[in-house]
């Protein structure tokens, strides 16, 4: 691992780092914020995934997680949303390729020789994380916005042991019938839908709960709904009483501004639960 | 209106009262629990209409609600559940008849005669309310539990000008396709199915929305969940982006401890919206 920067934020630190992923055969870049707190020993740690088009910079500067990470002394990681670099496929749309990982294993080509980002949040990244910083890695939980609500699902579902409290801003909730899903699940995955279910939020809810309570915040205004698909999940956590906090919120759209007005709660949320 | 009793309780006064219903057509018994605010003029008024069974003394003596009330400044008024009284028709099932109105106007022999409770919660109650306790009739809210979360999502929806503000408590969401519900709407309003898609919550949020946002609580260990149907209405709420909260509780039945363990989320909400 090799630090590119460190800053001082709210009494923590804020680092920016990259290292070689195997998972993903290619350098990687992420950013970490430690809490003051962890300069007295391990903090618990939030896994923040982000969407489309972002790197691990977006939320990192603009969802004002820092202050309240401090205030409430959990370390909030942010990794970033695909493989990078030449070499590494890419597509023209800002829905496919580099930007768009999708937190899948991709089993096609050309994707499959970089596109292992679900092997890389599950596994890899946590591991490198707990070595390189004062973080206790038993107590993480997981939550991302719009693609990286979907990831945070889709990965805590399957991983309850490993994130072990979970909440999603504006996710992709039902990708497996969204065009925000069909065509990148298609692309990495193969036509065979039977592979798609595993990574779809609501279909996962629908046949296996999850042991801790969720928190979902949406936007009322988000100008993606129909392609988010809120709905499913919010029938699929409710139809099979998973405890949940569900919040439409008026007038939000899907943009960090969003994000940035509800992160306090989900900090809490984790901290509390972690 | 007769007082037939009245009970200082945290610092303002606990009614019981009857009066003769014209809705209904017989004599109705109600409690009203005015806050030590309404001393020094009106105050706002939340109605919370009760379940299946019950009469206005339930809530009154086990919601835990006044102590809430006095902080947060606003009545609380619980109507009975039915008309009563001898030469009101009745049946010998919990679920029709007296303690059982549905919140609906019954069309149908022999219930027309009495069973008039959606008049009477809409129209003839508020009025006497208003006329003989200091409450602000312009600023009501209305909540219930079970059957009167029904009640209170139905009327809401219907007459927002009047119902300024919404919450329910595991309601029956969707009686149109529940046993809770099917029953009672062809008793009261006949067969025709198309009568009964006016007081169907789901149906209702289906096709129209609610100027503010609402808050639903629900018991994720709730006995009834297959008769309240409740992921029928997160579905609808979410589908139209309507503001809301949905919470799923974990390990809470249909009780009224699940109602008292939640209560000071739903004084608190009504507060502050009106």
Same mark, same amino acid.
């Given at each position: 691992?090799?630090?590119?920067?460190?800053?001082?934020?709210?009494?923590?630190?804020?680092?920016?780092?990259?290292?070689?992923?195997?998972?993903?055969?290619?350098?990687?870049?992420?950013?970490?914020?430690?809490?003051?707190?962890?300069?007295?020993?391990?903090?618990?740690?939030?896994?923040?995934?982000?969407?489309?088009?972002?790197?691990?910079?977006?939320?990192?500067?603009?969802?004002?997680?820092?202050?309240?990470?401090?205030?409430?002394?959990?370390?909030?990681?942010?990794?970033?949303?695909?493989?990078?670099?030449?070499?590494?496929?890419?597509? !023209?749309?800002?829905?496919?390729?580099?930007? *768009?990982? #999708?937190?899948? /294993?991709? @089993?096609? +080509?050309?994707?499959?020789? &970089?596109?292992?980002?679900?092997?890389?949040?599950? !596994?890899?990244?946590?591991?490198?994380?707990? *070595?390189? #910083?004062?973080? /206790?890695? @038993?107590? +993480?939980?997981?939550?991302? &916005?719009?693609?990286?609500?979907?990831?945070?699902?889709?990965?805590?579902?399957?991983?309850?042991?490993?994130?072990?409290?979970?909440?999603?801003?504006?996710?992709?909730?039902?990708?497996?019938?969204?065009?925000?899903?069909?065509?990148?699940?298609?692309?990495?995955?193969?036509?065979?839908?039977?592979?798609?279910?595993?990574?779809?939020?609501?279909?996962?809810?629908?046949?296996?709960?999850?042991?801790?309570?969720?928190?979902?915040?949406?936007?009322?205004?988000?100008?993606?709904?129909?392609?988010?698909?809120?709905?499913?999940?919010?029938?699929?956590?409710?139809?099979?009483?998973?405890?949940?906090?569900?919040?439409?919120?008026?007038?939000?759209?899907?943009?960090?501004?969003?994000?940035?007005?509800?992160?306090?709660?989900?900090?809490?949320?984790?901290?509390?639960?972690?």
């Amino acid at each position: 691992m090799q630090v590119i920067s460190e800053n001082r934020a709210f009494g923590g630190k804020q680092f920016v780092a990259k290292h070689l992923s195997d998972a993903c055969n290619c350098e990687m870049t992420f950013a970490v914020y430690l809490p003051p707190q962890a300069e007295d020993g391990p903090v618990p740690v939030l896994y923040y995934l982000s969407g489309l088009t972002c790197t691990h910079e977006n939320a990192m500067t603009k969802a004002s997680a820092q202050a309240w990470a401090a205030e409430y002394g959990i370390a909030v990681v942010f990794p970033d949303t695909s493989p990078r670099g030449e070499g590494v496929a890419n597509d !023209e749309a800002y829905d496919l390729g580099q930007g *768009a990982g #999708f937190y899948v /294993n991709a @089993t096609e +080509a050309p994707w499959a020789a &970089h596109f292992k980002m679900w092997d890389y949040i599950a !596994e890899e990244f946590p591991a490198l994380i707990d *070595a390189e #910083f004062p973080i /206790n890695g @038993t107590r +993480a939980g997981i939550t991302g &916005h719009s693609m990286g609500g979907h990831g945070a699902l889709t990965l805590a579902l399957t991983y309850p042991d490993q994130f072990k409290s979970l909440s999603a801003l504006a996710p992709i909730a039902n990708p497996t019938q969204s065009d925000w899903g069909k065509k990148q699940l298609a692309a990495y995955l193969g036509p065979d839908q039977g592979q798609w279910a595993a990574h779809d939020a609501s279909l996962l809810m629908a046949t296996q709960g999850y042991p801790s309570d969720i928190l979902i915040d949406q936007g009322g205004a988000d100008q993606f709904l129909e392609l988010l698909r809120p709905a499913s999940l919010a029938h699929a956590m409710t139809e099979r009483a998973q405890p949940h906090v569900m919040r439409m919120h008026e007038g939000y759209d899907h943009s960090y501004f969003f994000v940035a007005s509800v992160i306090e709660d989900h900090i809490r949320w984790h901290a509390e639960r972690l």
